[in-house]
């Protein structure tokens, strides 16, 4: 599944409409370069889960959690271990008060971790434009591919060849 964005703000819109089809327990790895948007999806999907805080990079504490409707959990990990280790910090929250973890990820080989999540990569679209990006969706695991239906209709109107109304 692949929608492309305008703008910064678009990619807050388009996180926000994600944030529609995520439950208690769910985790969903932020694939791509710096830069790419993986904070800015990060600040529309917490908003969009009730989170009124300004969301930021956790870049020195590994998680940030926040309170919203559900608790938010954000990551920021460069290497495999951190990843593990953002998920073990968050994961007894996740399963005990129905939070949710979004996970940025500097890189595209997630697939050596526990095969149960939302898997989005942002990537820059410059032949489009200096603010363009796309994302490839990818659910993973029987949860989120029981919500693949779901998904797609949150992103229907992302995925013309106009960006958005
Ligand atoms: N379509 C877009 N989506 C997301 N960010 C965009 C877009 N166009 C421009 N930007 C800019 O790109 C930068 C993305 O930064 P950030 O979200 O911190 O990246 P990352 O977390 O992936 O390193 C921001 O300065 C943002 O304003
Ligand atoms: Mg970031």
Same mark, same amino acid.
């Given at each position: 599944?692949?929608? +492309? ?51 930021? $990079?956790? %870049? ?22 951190? @990843? ?5 910090? *968050?994961?007894?929250?996740? @399963? ?11 890189? $595209? ?18 032949? *489009? ?6 994302? %490839? ?5 029987? $949860?989120?591919? *029981? +919500?693949?239906? *779901? ?15």
């Amino acid at each position: 599944m692949i929608v +492309r964005t305008r703008s910064a703000e678009e990619t807050r819109l388009l996180a926000a409409d994600v944030a529609g089809v995520v439950r208690s327990g769910d985790v969903v790895l932020l694939a791509g370069e710096l830069g790419s948007g993986k904070t800015v999806f990060a600040q529309g999907f917490g908003r969009a889960l009730g989170v009124e805080e300004t969301i930021t $990079s956790p %870049t020195f504490t590994l998680v940030h959690s926040y309170r919203g409707r559900v608790p938010f959990h954000h990551a920021d990990v460069y290497r495999l271990d951190q @990843l593990q280790e953002a998920i073990d910090l *968050a994961l007894p929250e996740l @399963l005990d008060e129905g939070g949710v973890a979004l996970v940025e990820w500097g890189d $595209s080989a997630a697939q050596a971790f526990s095969p149960d999540y939302l898997w989005v990569r942002i990537d820059l679209d410059e032949a *489009a434009g200096e603010e363009c990006r796309r994302l %490839t969706f990818r659910p993973v695991g029987p $949860s989120w591919s *029981a +919500r693949v239906k *779901a998904l797609h209709h949150a992103l229907a109107k992302w995925s013309g060849t106009e960006a958005a109304p």
